[in-house]
């Protein structure tokens, strides 16, 4: 019987060809859409060409995880990598790549126990200077979920821990945490900060969740977007850790953060090239 | 627009337009705003470049999904229709059986109308109605249940068996 009815309910006949008039109207009025998708082509190159240096000049994460010492987490690690980069405040930072599981690493400690299941992302961090990384070069490294306020779930609160080795003047870093893969339907962003807490160094966007750097920062604050399998969500677990974490804070926490899933869908359900594109630094 | 986005633009609306009138009917019960927000949608959807699309179910589930934004959107916006609310589905209803179901599903929330047409006329699963509006999977069931068991009795009630 629903289907009967609503069955009936189609579009007026004459309605497309008013849209098609409207799309017309607006194009004419703007830039068209293949001088876009020229663009669009362009930043993909000019990303690719990136991502192929970041591959050329760094370790793999593989190669990274094992001069590390975790021969088990390398065996994660295989493939091509994600090697997107930013570089603000004289440091530049490559997401070599992220994996999320259980029982990937062979070093447990007590976080496993808590939160077996876990993300681990390699970094490469260097100096735009060509200096080498010393002890002096005190990065932070955060993820930070979209909708959810960079005060309350960061690396801190979700578990978080790294461990780190300069080889040949750039600094590798392995971080882990509690497992965000159950958000993979959003934006995701690694931060990479001088500072403590991220909200120093970052903002969050009150109507979309999107997180941008504060541009009046002190410090190098780059944010590195990037995309897990989206289908890999899983929104009863998200929700899980968020009233972990929210209650794990303060009472007075109540803007924590709330599950935005089907907020911003049109956002999520771009291209996540154009979200890499959207990323682009100039690699000498 | 150039001949191929045309093609994509006409493709898209023949497949998917009445989907998203539908679910525009059921969210806002207001022909024009369902039509307004239909085609805001196609509006948008060609002044960006086209989304990349890993499925035909990817693509509906996109179409779906930013149409219960706009329905949202448009609410927000809304100024009037409390007295036009009731003129929506029930145009539509041309026996007692239809009208007394129109009623009833228009007496339920937005989001709760939204949850019975995605399940029952989209044939979408619990788990893929759930993600597209934001809610749980245990409260889309729920949901289903209490909606359906409500339906049900308010129906027979009134003289009208759910099939």
């Not at chain 1, 530049?92 to 876990?118: C, I, K, N």
């Not at chain 1, 966007?205 to 990037?226: Q, W």
Request: glycine letters at 6%; proline letters at 3%; charged letters at 30%.
């Amino acid at each position: 019987m629903y289907n009967e009815l609503f069955e009936k309910m189609t579009v007026d006949d004459g309605l497309k060809k008013k849209v098609e008039e409207r799309i017309d109207a607006k194009m004419k009025s703007k830039k068209p859409l293949i001088f876009k998708a020229a663009l669009l082509a362009a930043c993909m190159a000019l990303a690719l060409s990136a991502a192929a240096f970041a591959a050329y000049r760094y370790l793999s994460a593989e190669g990274a995880v094992r001069e590390l010492g975790d021969a088990k987490l390398a065996e994660s690690f295989k493939g091509e990598g994600m090697n997107i980069s930013a570089e603000d405040g004289g440091y530049r930072a490559t997401l070599l790549d992220v994996r999320s599981g259980s029982e990937l690493s062979g070093f447990a400690d007590s976080a496993d126990e808590l939160s077996p299941e876990r993300t681990y992302a390699v970094l490469a961090l260097e100096r735009t200077d060509g200096a080498e990384m010393t002890d002096a070069d005190d990065l932070m490294v955060s993820p930070l979920i979209s909708g959810l306020n960079p005060q309350y779930f960061n690396v801190f609160t979700l578990g978080g821990s790294s461990v780190r080795k300069t080889i040949d003047g750039v600094e590798y870093r392995i971080v882990d945490c509690d497992s965000i893969e159950c958000f993979a339907d959003r934006p995701l962003y690694m931060a990479v900060y001088e500072g403590m807490t991220p909200n120093s160094a970052y903002v969050m966007d009150g109507e979309s969740g999107l997180i941008s750097p504060k541009p009046d920062c002190e410090g190098a604050n780059m944010l590195i977007r990037f995309a897990l399998d989206p289908q890999k969500a899983d929104h009863d677990k998200a929700q899980a850790l968020i009233d972990r974490v929210n209650e794990e804070m303060s009472p007075e926490s109540t803007d924590g953060g709330s599950l935005r899933v089907a907020d911003a869908p049109e956002e999520y359900s771009e291209s996540e090239n154009e979200a890499a594109a959207s990323q682009l630094i100039v690699v000498e | 627009m150039n001949d191929e986005e045309r093609a994509y633009f006409s493709a898209a609306w023949d497949k998917y337009a009445d989907a998203v009138f539908r679910l525009g009917m059921v969210w806002l019960n207001n022909r024009a705003d369902a039509e307004d927000m239909t085609a805001d949608l196609f509006v948008k959807l060609m002044q960006r470049p086209r989304p990349a699309f890993e499925s035909d179910e990817h693509e509906k589930a996109f179409f779906i999904r930013s149409a219960i934004n706009l329905c949202k959107d448009s609410l927000r916006k809304r100024k009037r229709r409390r007295a036009e609310e009731n003129e929506g589905l029930k145009e539509y209803a041309s026996s007692a059986e239809e009208i007394g179901l129109a009623e009833e599903i228009l007496a339920l929330p937005p989001r709760y109308r939204a949850v019975i047409y995605l399940h029952y006329c989209q044939g979408y699963k619990t788990a893929e109605v759930a993600k597209m509006l934001g809610l749980r999977e245990g409260t889309v069931r729920s949901q289903l249940a209490r909606g359906r068991e409500n339906l049900r009795r308010r129906l027979e009630e009134g003289g009208v068996k759910l099939v």
